[in-house]
């Protein structure tokens, strides 16, 4: 038994930033000498990167973190750690809920989690690493110059073996500046900041020299991005170009695109590049423009259509993705019908839908009461996803006898699931997992299903080899459901 390597057991809750900063936190903790566990068991340092988005996501922490309890009893040397937003939110309100907590550490000091995590073990006195800073607000471009410590100081994320190297997350700016008055974001992450182009297309390069064949660009309102250089403002669109151009790139990716400010140039870009995605996640909210304007998101749903069907000229097969709110204060049977005709006019490809949950400091909370009923957010919940699920079955049978190009993953969930009952081992979902290059695959069929998805991020299940992960495989698609298209490979 090995006591000398310090392990580390790591949570990850939220959106795509916070799994990429968990990335990044788990190749400054490697670089370390610590030791990743996936057991709180057998953790002398317990961390959850956690999301304030809703109130959901934060109490499923605090239960968490209730549990530990017993583990601190049993063990007092034992570290437990909130990462993230919710850090960043509660502050020292967290402390006073967990007391048993070592340390809490928003989203803007993660760099500096190594050197924290020494200190409370020294120290034995809990520690908090906040951005007090947060709400500080100056010009765009006065900011752009900032440095991005974490990102800087990651030198392991390539070859750290429990990255995904296939599929990468490249963050292109932090924070955001629109306030939707819902949206806990801002309070969290700060204010908007774009790193500069070089920083971002350097990051890019060293991950597909170590592997990696799709990029995801990341940022609360990406193409809100900008960032001064040589006297002239570098635009998302003309990002984009630099970052399509890397050797050995196969597909770039962006998410989250905020509908109001676009940049015509942008469609442009998706039209012309073909590495670029045919893809673009850009939620609405609401279909009801009073709602809208209660949101302050700033666009009409006139606006909203009219940017959809530009979308449609540029890239006739783009695929859609939407988030929508529901039952957001005062919203009326009649504004939710709205959202409803919206959904069916747009077609979306997928829909995200959240249920409005209050969340404190936020303008709703002070000016908006939380007034539609949790049985009726329930039921248009599951109305829109109901309506979705039938755009979503037709746009796949459409596909039925079609082949579409699949990156592929690794194995489905069904197979890693009957591969671990077959021999007793998890197979990695990862390009890395050499070793199962040469494993034979058992003869049962289900343990040979992949997954992958298609440019237009359709997730494709089929048959194959441990040979076909990694690369880009042809399928032609012989059945579909609301989620998911079947087939087989065609070449
Ligand atoms: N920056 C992204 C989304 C960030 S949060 C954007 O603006 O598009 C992800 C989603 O969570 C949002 O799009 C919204 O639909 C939902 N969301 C945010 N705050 C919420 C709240 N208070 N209650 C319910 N859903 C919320
Ligand atoms: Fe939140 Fe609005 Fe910013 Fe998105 S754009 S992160 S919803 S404040
Ligand atoms: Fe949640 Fe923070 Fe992301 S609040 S959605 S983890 S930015």
């Known amino acids: 038994m090995d006591r000398q390597a310090l392990t580390y057991f790591l949570e990850t809750f939220g959106c795509q930033m916070n799994v990429l900063d968990s990335q990044l936190v788990e190749g400054q903790l490697q670089a370390h000498g610590l030791r990743r566990v996936s057991s709180t068991r057998d953790a002398d340092l317990i961390m959850f990167n956690t999301c304030s988005v809703r109130q959901h996501a934060e109490d499923k922490v605090l239960s968490r973190l209730g549990e530990l309890k017993r583990v601190k009893l049993h063990r007092p040397d034992t570290i437990i750690g909130v990462l993230g937003c919710m850090a960043e939110r509660m502050k020292n309100e967290l402390f006073e809920q967990a007391p048993h907590l070592d340390l809490i550490c928003g989203p803007g000091e993660l760099f500096r989690l190594p050197e924290l995590l020494a200190d409370v073990a020294e120290s034995r006195t809990p520690v908090a690493a906040l951005t007090d800073s947060l ?60 790193r500069p182009p070089a920083q971002i297309v350097d990051e890019a390069r060293r991950l597909v020299d170590a592997g990696c064949r799709e990029i995801t660009l990341l940022g609360q309102t990406v193409n809100s991005y900008v ?40 469609f442009r ?147 890693r699931k009957a591969r671990s009952a077959n021999n007793g081992e998890l197979v990695q979902l990862t390009v890395q997992s050499e070793q199962d290059r040469g494993s034979e695959a058992t003869r049962e069929p289900l343990s040979n299903q992949l997954v992958g998805r298609t440019p237009h991020d359709l997730i494709t299940v089929f048959n194959g080899t441990a040979d076909h992960i990694g690369r880009l495989v042809h399928v032609r698609v012989d059945s579909a459901s609301p989620l998911t298209l079947f087939g087989q490979i065609a070449d």
Not at 151 to 168: F, G, H, I, M, Y
Not at 290 to 304: F, G, N
Not at 337 to 354: G, H, I, N, P
Request: aromatic content about 8%; hydrophobic content about 35%; charged content about 30%.
């Open 135 to 194: 709400s500080r607000r100056t010009s765009k471009v006065n900011r752009g110059h900032e440095v991005d410590p974490l990102e800087v100081l990651d030198q392991s994320r390539t070859t750290d073996v429990s990255a995904n190297v296939l599929q990468a997350y490249v963050r292109v700016q932090r924070g955001c500046d629109k306030f939707c008055t819902y949206c806990v974001v801002p309070f969290t992450r700060g204010p908007e900041r774009s």
């Open 227 to 266: 960032h001064p250089e040589d006297g002239r403002a570098v635009r998302f669109a003309e990002l984009l170009e630099r970052v399509n151009d890397i050797d050995g790139l196969d597909r770039l990716r962006f998410v989250t695109s905020f509908p109001a400010d676009w940049d015509e140039d942008i």
């Open 269 to 415: 870009v998706m039209r012309d590049y073909p590495r670029v995605c045919p893809y673009l996640h850009i939620p609405a909210q609401s279909g009801s423009d009073r709602i809208l304007k209660a949101m302050k998101r700033t666009y009409t749903v006139a606006e909203y259509l009219r940017l959809m069907d530009t979308a449609r000229e540029y890239v006739p097969d783009i695929a859609l993705a939407g988030d929508f709110i529901v039952g957001f204060s005062g919203e009326t049977a009649d504004n939710f019908q709205s959202t409803v005709d919206l959904v069916r006019r747009v077609e979306y490809k997928s829909l995200f839908v959240f249920k409005y949950s209050v969340r404190p400091g936020t303008a709703a909370d002070r000016s908006q009461l939380d007034d539609v009923p949790a049985e009726i957010k329930a039921q248009r919940n599951n109305e829109l996803l109901a309506v979705q699920s039938e755009i979503s079955l037709r746009q796949k049978q459409a596909l039925v006898g079609q082949t579409v190009e699949v990156l592929v993953e690794g194995y489905s969930k069904a197979a």
